[in-house]
C-alpha cells in the first residue's frame, strides 16, 4: 500500500509518526489551493503573507487530525494489548501498523471506531471556536463554503480556516464510514457480523466483499467525473477506489489462508525446547556461554520457575562496559515488550499479520501462568501454511 521511502517526523508514547514521499504532494498541492482560496476570502494575492500563513496552517491542521485520528485506533488498540508500530501518513492519509489483529469483535469494534471518534471530536470543537469567535450566522456562512474554492464575503480568515477544518474532517467522518472494508466502516460492519456469526474469517470474507463493491462504485464514479472534465476529483476517487480494492482483496485472499490453517495453535507448531537463558546469571557468563556458543542474535530469558521475563538481544548485552559484565545481571537488561511474546493458545492465523514476528523471526510463546512454554517461528508458520494447502488438495 505504502511506498518504501519515509522518515519520521516525531514519535508519540513511543509510536513512531512518519511520512511517506507521496504525502508531500498532496501536501504541497493543499496549501497551493488554499492559499488561492485564502487570497480570495481576504482580498489579497494568493502570495501574500496572510493566506499563504493560513494556508499553511490549514494543511497542518488538516494533517495534524488525521494523525489524531490514527492515534486513537493505536491507543484503542494498545488498551487491548496489540502493539502499534508506527503510524504512517501518506497521500490518501494515514494509517497505524498495528502488530497483530484483533481478538473478538468487541476488541474490533472498539479499535476501528475510536478513529472517527476523534475525527467527531475534531468537528465538534473545530465548530464550537469558530461559533464562539464569530457566532452563528458567520460561521455558519463560513461552514457552508467550507469545501468551496470561491471567495467567502465578510469571513474572517481565522473563522474561514477553522470552518474549513471543520467541513473537511466531517467529510472524511462521513466517508470513513462507509462499509467498504478496510476502512473504518468496513471494520466497524465486520465485528458486527463476526458478533453475529461468530466466525473471524467469515465476516472479514463479507466484510472484503462489500469493500470491493464500494471500490468499483469509486472507480466508476471517478471515471464519470473524469467524463464530465472533473480531472482531479476524478483520478482521486479511481485512486482511493483501486488501494480499497487491493486492501480488501488482499483481506480475501488472508481468510483463504487462515481457512486452511483451521484451529491450529501456536502450541500445535511451536518449537517446546528453546534454549533459554536464567536471568540470574552475569551478561559476562551469558556472552560466553550463549551467545558466542549458539551465535543467535537474541535468547529469552527466564526466572527460576521458568516464568517468562523478556527478551536479551546480543546488541544490548555487548553495550555493558567489560568492566561491569561479571556484576551486571542478565534480568536487568531483558526487553519486556509484550508484543514479543503471545498466548500458546493463540489460533496461529493471528500470526499471519504480525509485525514483530517478520521483525524478529520469532515469538515467544507463554502459557496462562506466565511461564515460557515454546518459541514460534517464521519458518514454522509458514511450514503450517503448507501443511495445510497441501492437506486440502
Same mark, same amino acid.
Given at each position: 500500500?505504502?511506498?518504501?521511502?519515509?522518515?519520521?517526523?516525531?514519535?508519540?508514547?513511543?509510536?513512531?509518526?512518519?511520512?511517506?514521499?507521496?504525502?508531500?504532494?498532496?501536501?504541497?498541492?493543499?496549501?497551493?489551493?488554499?492559499?488561492?482560496?485564502?487570497?480570495?476570502?481576504?482580498?489579497?494575492?494568493?502570495?501574500?503573507?496572510?493566506?499563504?500563513?493560513?494556508?499553511?496552517?490549514?494543511?497542518?491542521?488538516?494533517?495534524?487530525?488525521?494523525?489524531?485520528?490514527?492515534? =486513537?485506533?493505536?491507543?484503542?488498540? $494498545?488498551?487491548? /494489548?496489540?502493539?502499534? !508500530?508506527?503510524?504512517? *501518513?501518506?497521500?490518501? &492519509?494515514? +494509517?497505524?501498523?498495528?502488530?497483530?489483529?484483533?481478538?473478538?469483535?468487541?476488541?474490533?469494534?472498539?479499535?476501528?471506531?475510536?478513529?472517527?471518534?476523534?475525527?467527531?471530536?475534531?468537528?465538534?470543537?473545530?465548530?464550537?471556536?469558530?461559533?464562539?469567535?464569530?457566532?452563528?450566522?458567520?460561521?455558519?456562512?463560513?461552514?457552508?463554503?467550507?469545501?468551496?474554492?470561491?471567495?467567502?464575503?465578510?469571513?474572517?480568515?481565522?473563522?474561514?480556516?477553522?470552518?474549513?477544518?471543520?467541513?473537511?474532517?466531517?467529510?472524511?467522518?462521513?466517508?470513513?464510514?462507509?462499509?467498504?472494508?478496510?476502512?473504518?466502516?468496513?471494520?466497524?460492519?465486520?465485528?458486527?457480523?463476526?458478533?453475529?456469526?461468530?466466525?473471524?474469517?467469515?465476516?472479514?470474507?463479507?466484510?472484503?466483499?462489500?469493500?470491493?463493491?464500494?471500490?468499483?462504485?469509486?472507480? =466508476?464514479?471517478?471515471?464519470?467525473? $473524469?467524463?464530465? /472534465?472533473?480531472?482531479? !476529483?476524478?483520478?482521486? *476517487?479511481?485512486?482511493? &477506489?483501486? +488501494?480499497?480494492?487491493?486492501?480488501?482483496?488482499?483481506?480475501?485472499?488472508?481468510?483463504?489462508?487462515?481457512?486452511?490453517?483451521?484451529?491450529?495453535?501456536?502450541?500445535?507448531?511451536?518449537?517446546?525446547?528453546?534454549?533459554?537463558?536464567?536471568?540470574?546469571?552475569?551478561?559476562?557468563?551469558?556472552?560466553?556461554?550463549?551467545?558466542?556458543?549458539?551465535?543467535?542474535?537474541?535468547?529469552?530469558?527466564?526466572?527460576?520457575?521458568?516464568?517468562?521475563?523478556?527478551?536479551?538481544?546480543?546488541?544490548?548485552?555487548?553495550?555493558?562496559?567489560?568492566?561491569?559484565?561479571?556484576?551486571?545481571?542478565?534480568?536487568?537488561?531483558?526487553?519486556?515488550?509484550?508484543?514479543?511474546?503471545?498466548?500458546?493458545?493463540?489460533?496461529?492465523?493471528?500470526?499471519?499479520?504480525?509485525?514483530?514476528?517478520?521483525?524478529?523471526?520469532?515469538?515467544?510463546?507463554?502459557?496462562?501462568?506466565?511461564?515460557?512454554?515454546?518459541?514460534?517461528?517464521?519458518?514454522?508458520?509458514?511450514?503450517? *501454511?503448507?501443511?495445510?494447502?497441501?492437506?486440502?488438495?
Amino acid at each position: 500500500m505504502l511506498g518504501g521511502g519515509s522518515f519520521t517526523l516525531f514519535h508519540v508514547r513511543g509510536i513512531r509518526i512518519s511520512v511517506d514521499w507521496s504525502w508531500f504532494l498532496i501536501f504541497f498541492f493543499l496549501i497551493l489551493t488554499m492559499s488561492q482560496r485564502f487570497g480570495e476570502t481576504l482580498g489579497e494575492s494568493s502570495t501574500a503573507a496572510a493566506p499563504f500563513a493560513l494556508a499553511v496552517a490549514s494543511a497542518v491542521g488538516f494533517f495534524g487530525s488525521i494523525v489524531l485520528h490514527e492515534l =486513537g485506533h493505536a491507543f484503542a488498540a $494498545l488498551r487491548k /494489548g496489540i502493539g502499534i !508500530s508506527s503510524i504512517q *501518513l501518506w497521500i490518501f &492519509g494515514g +494509517v497505524a501498523r498495528m502488530d497483530r489483529e484483533s481478538d473478538s469483535p468487541a476488541t474490533e469494534f472498539e479499535v476501528a471506531v475510536a478513529g472517527p471518534l476523534v475525527t467527531l471530536a475534531i468537528v465538534i470543537l473545530a465548530s464550537a471556536i469558530g461559533t464562539a469567535a464569530a457566532g452563528v450566522g458567520e460561521f455558519g456562512h463560513a461552514l457552508r463554503v467550507g469545501l468551496e474554492f470561491h471567495t467567502a464575503a465578510g469571513v474572517s480568515g481565522i473563522v474561514s480556516m477553522l470552518a474549513w477544518l471543520a467541513a473537511i474532517n466531517a467529510f472524511v467522518l462521513v466517508f470513513n464510514l462507509l462499509p467498504a472494508f478496510p476502512m473504518d466502516g468496513g471494520r466497524i460492519a465486520r465485528s458486527f457480523i463476526w458478533w453475529r456469526t461468530g466466525n473471524r474469517n467469515l465476516a472479514t470474507r463479507y466484510a472484503a466483499n462489500l469493500g470491493r463493491v464500494f471500490a468499483y462504485l469509486f472507480i =466508476g464514479a471517478g471515471l464519470l467525473l $473524469l467524463a464530465s /472534465g472533473d480531472i482531479f !476529483s476524478g483520478v482521486w *476517487l479511481a485512486l482511493i &477506489g483501486m +488501494v480499497i480494492n487491493g486492501g480488501a482483496r488482499g483481506a480475501a485472499m488472508q481468510t483463504a489462508l487462515t481457512d486452511r490453517i483451521g484451529d491450529v495453535l501456536v502450541a500445535d507448531v511451536m518449537d517446546r525446547e528453546p534454549v533459554t537463558i536464567p536471568g540470574e546469571i552475569s551478561v559476562e557468563k551469558a556472552l560466553d556461554e550463549y551467545f558466542l556458543r549458539y551465535r543467535w542474535p537474541w535468547f529469552p530469558v527466564v526466572d527460576a520457575a521458568h516464568g517468562f521475563l523478556g527478551l536479551l538481544e546480543r546488541d544490548r548485552a555487548d553495550e555493558v562496559p567489560e568492566v561491569s559484565r561479571a556484576s551486571s545481571s542478565v534480568s536487568d537488561l531483558v526487553d519486556h515488550d509484550r508484543a514479543l511474546f503471545i498466548r500458546d493458545d493463540t489460533p496461529l492465523d493471528s500470526l499471519l499479520n504480525n509485525q514483530n514476528l517478520r521483525r524478529l523471526g520469532a515469538l515467544m510463546a507463554v502459557d496462562a501462568d506466565g511461564r515460557l512454554s515454546g518459541v514460534i517461528t517464521v519458518e514454522q508458520v509458514g511450514r503450517a *501454511l503448507r501443511d495445510a494447502a497441501a492437506a486440502s488438495n
